[in-house]
């Protein structure tokens, strides 16, 4: 991203690395969290505004869409196919671990989730681009902190993170960097976001027991009856949602504009790591890398994957890692529409024919979760 004097605002990119690098952190020590009261806290603090953040930085480079600025198919098209692909190799990486082979084409709990929902969003904002920011901003807000009481909105098609996170890539769409930048450099904004973060590190370690409840929500994906508080509803989604703003603001505030050598050019390549990186978990796990890492006792075994999510991040975020996916990008870039359109929904027609015996049992079972 360039300033009015071309300048690059390096913060982004370091930002986006940090990111990526809590994400990949987040998902090596998240089967490890009964283990280990640490390793809880630091997770749910981790999840608390990582995808956020990701999501924000999603809508906050997105160009503005206009009837000049039109959507893309191509770049939908790559999203989606890159969210199969991202199925089909995790597929592959978990059968090494001893899994049967199975894709779930109409949602699921894995990462591929991001690539599809962002797809969603763009769509979205597209469709939208006439309709005053405020409004969209509020009625998104309003369907994200209700959606959780219908428990038929969930991962089927992505349906609950796409309503939950789209408010919060719209607040990313309707800003600029610019006007992010001139928020950040208050020092009344600095001194709450930081106090606010700093409180809010040490109740996930002093409070863990309450603060954990509120897993099931930062995900996106569960609806309220799902998670373990009672009498959860949109007031609770509202906690969650000025949580992850104040910390991601925190972000904002205190990552330097300035260039990191070698970090700061990792940061382009952050779709890459996430890409990546949880099959290459999966496959260090049927190694049983993991299994000797534990063996070592804590808490020697704590810093050592703490450690190896960092290194990890790091070296996925090569140049070499993002190659693959850029030849994809430039493969689909060069398709007519009406074969961007086969890319989208030709996936979704295998998957329809994969399990065209189970179509009236789970049909059913969508109209009796509808109906209840």
Known sequence: MATNNQSRIYKFDNIKLLTIILVVVGHVIEPYVDKSDMFKSLFIFIYSFHMPLFVFLS???????????????????????????LKLINALAKMACGNPFSINFFGGASIDWYLFVLSMFMVTAYLCRKIHPAIMLSVATVIGSVSGYVDAIDDTLYLSRFLVFLPIYLLGYYMTPQLLIKIEKNYVVKAISGLSMLTYFVLCFRNLDIIYKLRRLFTGKNPFSSVPIDGCGFEHRLLCYGISIVLCMAVFCFIPNIRVPILSNMGANTLAVYFWHRPVLYLFSAAGFFDMVLALGDPLYKIILLSFGVILALLLSLSIFMKPLSLLSSLINK??????????FAPFAIGLLTMAKELPSYFSYLLKKITN
Do not use: H, M, T
């Not at 600025?69 to 770049?75: A, C, Q, S, T, V």
């Not at 398709?335 to 989208?344: A, F, G, N, R």
């Open 335 to 344: 398709l007519k529409p009406l074969w961007c359109y086969v890319v989208i």
């Open 59 to 85: 809508g906050l480079f997105q160009k503005r869409f206009s009837d000049e600025n039109k959507l893309k198919i191509n770049k939908i098209a790559f999203y989606v196919a890159l969210g199969f692909l």
